[in-house]
């Protein structure tokens, strides 16, 4: 009989299973009924396309037997079972396992705290047990197959007998040895406590030959045992129970136990609504942002139920894109067990249901922002490019809905605020919202076109991403303000000194006519500046697009070479501005060399690449020498 390795990750895996700390040993039973209860379910769910399916409760379980003597430990279930490629793929390799890609990451911090918390799944077996036997017979096949392994040695896997379709893992629990006892795990109060306490929503009858006390027939003082069938969990779903009943932790748990994230959430919002459609939701913000989250691959959606059946997995319909980082379920009884995914789209019901969720997040939303602003950051820090993106898309049809959840940094506070911050402390002469964009808020600190908006007094929001400025030309304006960058053209207010800009405008332009000239068609205008201070020279727009949109525009795939319309501005009263006066009056190529550099010096500010840096340098060199 060939001996299989297990892939490299799965190994890793199973090593850490092997060596896990006792706190976290029991969960191995969590996990095993978890991929019994998954196992039923997509009977369940291949029942409702498939006519000649039918499920019928009563023969669906799963069944936990404890056998002391020999120390065994069975988990039997009903469910779809696996052919024998499926116990090699499934079995054979768990690297999909997001729980372990995200150990790595956080190895080094938490230790093997995750363990405990998440999914580990099918071997965590191994924790508890020297050696593994799955016996599994597929749905709509007649051989059955065992795979078998004892840990890192690899595993086998031959035909077997089994009767029913389903699987039956047998456990061989380790012996004990000096510090560590395995004994409890076949001791049946223990057992059952186990599956109270984490598989009590399971929603298939766990059952277990329990040992029952019982008074012997016929006498009233002589008692015996009898060993009775008896359903371990209580399998009411935490949705259908009273509000007031659960704690954080159960719904905590709940997000735990359905592989929502691997985090803890933020927040959780339990809904009943009783009206023109019934339904129940537990739905959750999350903390983190799933490490698929901002790829293709991610898949937005609920678990939606018809009347406590699960009907799809992830029913993309119930959330908008900008919601789309929120996790949970809803149940409703209105919905039909058998509506097709199609269907399911036109549904007046789901509609309404989505619309509903909607404005519940929403509000909820608001009320962590308002109430609890430090977690409101944290949930933005993940999520708030998601809300970015929701006010650009479909052509701002989201924008009212919300506006009031973006958050900015602030120049003026050096944190992150709301518009309705911004707009509340607004000084009465000041027209616009200003902003300014850049790489990151220490790049934008130092941009010189902030130099006189901050001047005045004005406070700055820095965008920092690149859906920043796109979604705020979408909203166009918040509370009846505008909004504008500080590197526009017209700064919507009169610099103090407008007279002297005028004058030096005209008296020099010639200059500027000349270096225009010399730059060519990359700028469309070489003008005196009204907002350098400090700064000798920066590029600014005319236009509907700004530099930060040529540069994301242009890393598009579909490029289509758009420019912004920039303008090299001057600061005539730094100290440059004399030596280019005196190059135009007495050297040309001066001139010619001083302009080019200052141009680039622009763009390097501004963060775009400089067309030819060799001869960046190579002009440097020449003013050097
Ligand atoms: P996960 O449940 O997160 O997918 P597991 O390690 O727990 O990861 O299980 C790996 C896979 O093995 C499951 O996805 C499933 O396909 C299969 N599997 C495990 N246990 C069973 C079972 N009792 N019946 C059918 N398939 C199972
Ligand atoms: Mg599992």
């Not at 016929?218 to 009775?228: F, H, K, L, M, T």
């Not at 790489?439 to 010189?448: G, V």
Request: aromatic share 10%.
């Amino acid at each position: 009989m060939e001996t299989k390795q297990f892939k490299a990750e799965s190994k890793r895996l199973l090593d850490m299973m092997i060596n896990s700390i006792y706190t976290h040993r029991e969960i191995f039973l969590r996990e095993l009924l978890s991929n019994a209860s998954d196992a039923i379910d997509k009977i369940y769910y291949k029942a409702l396309t498939d006519d000649s399916l039918t499920f019928d409760k009563d023969s669906y379980y799963i069944k936990v037997s404890a056998d002391k003597e020999n120390r065994i430990l069975k988990i039997l279930d009903t469910g779809i079972g696996m052919t024998k490629e499926e116990l090699e793929n499934n079995l054979g390799t768990i690297a999909k396992s997001g729980s372990l890609a995200f150990k790595s990451e956080n190895e080094a911090k938490d230790g093997f705290d995750i363990i405990g918390q998440f999914g580990v799944g099918f071997y965590s077996a191994f924790m508890v047990a020297d050696e593994v036997t799955v016996n599994s017979k597929a749905l709509g096949s007649d051989q059955a197959y065992k795979w078998e392994s004892k840990g890192a040695e690899g595993y086998t896997i031959v035909p077997s007998e089994k009767d029913s379709i389903g699987t039956e893992i047998t456990l061989k629990i380790k012996e004990n040895t000096e510090d560590d006892s395995y004994d409890e795990y076949l001791e049946e109060y223990r057992i059952k406590e186990i599956i109270k306490k984490y598989s009590d929503f399971i929603r298939y009858p766990i059952k277990m030959d329990v040992t029952e006390t019982k008074l012997k027939e016929g006498s009233d003082n002589d008692y015996e045992d009898v060993q009775a069938e008896q359903t371990i969990n209580s399998m009411v779903p935490l949705w259908r129970k009273n509000k007031k009943d659960l704690t954080k932790a159960d719904y905590d748990q709940f997000y735990a136990e359905k592989h929502y994230g691997f985090d803890k959430p933020i927040k959780h919002i339990h809904i009943s609504v009783d009206g023109a459609v019934r339904y129940n939701a537990i739905l959750y913000i999350p903390e983190k942002i799933p490490f698929d989250y901002y790829s293709q691959e991610f898949e937005k959606g609920l678990e939606l139920y018809s009347n406590g059946v699960l009907i799809m997995n992830k029913c993309a319909d119930l959330l908008p894109d900008y919601f789309s980082f929120v996790k949970g379920m809803v149940d409703s009884e209105d919905l039909s067990l058998n509506i097709s995914r199609e269907m399911l789209q036109h549904d007046r019901q789901l509609k309404l249901i989505a619309k509903n969720i909607a404005k519940k997040i929403k509000s909820e939303l608001v009320t962590i922002l308002k109430n609890e602003r430090e977690k409101y950051e944290e949930f933005y820090h993940s999520f708030g490019r998601q809300l970015k993106y929701g006010v650009y898309s479909d052509y701002g049809t989201h924008k009212e809905e919300l506006q009031d959840l973006l958050m900015f940094y602030s120049s003026t506070e050096k944190k992150m605020v709301t518009l309705d911050d911004y707009v509340s402390r607004m000084p009465e002469e000041q027209r616009y919202i200003y902003y300014a964009t850049g790489e990151s808020t220490e790049r934008i600190d130092k941009l010189p076109q902030t130099e006189l908006v901050a001047d005045k007094g004005y406070e700055i929001l820095y965008f920092t991403e690149e859906i920043d400025e796109f979604a705020i030309k979408m909203l166009m304006t918040y509370k009846e303000k505008e909004f504008k960058s500080v590197s526009s053209g017209d700064l919507g207010f009169e610099a103090d000194d407008n007279q002297n800009t005028a004058t030096e405008e005209k008296e020099n332009q010639e200059l500027f006519d000349a270096m225009n000239n010399i730059l060519n068609d990359k700028v469309k205008a070489v003008r005196v500046s009204k907002r350098l201070k400090s700064h000798p020279v920066c590029l600014t727009t005319e236009g509907e697009v700004s530099i930060e949109m040529e540069k994301i525009l242009n890393a598009m795939p579909n490029n289509q070479n758009i420019k912004a319309d920039k303008v090299l501005e001057i600061n005539v009263q730094h100290g440059v501005f004399e030596s280019l006066k005196d190059a135009f009056e007495k050297d040309q190529e001066k001139l010619a060399l001083y302009t080019t550099l200052l141009y680039n010096q622009a763009l390097l500010i501004e963060g775009l690449p400089i067309e030819d840096p060799v001869e960046f340098t190579n002009d440097i060199c020449k003013i050097m020498i």
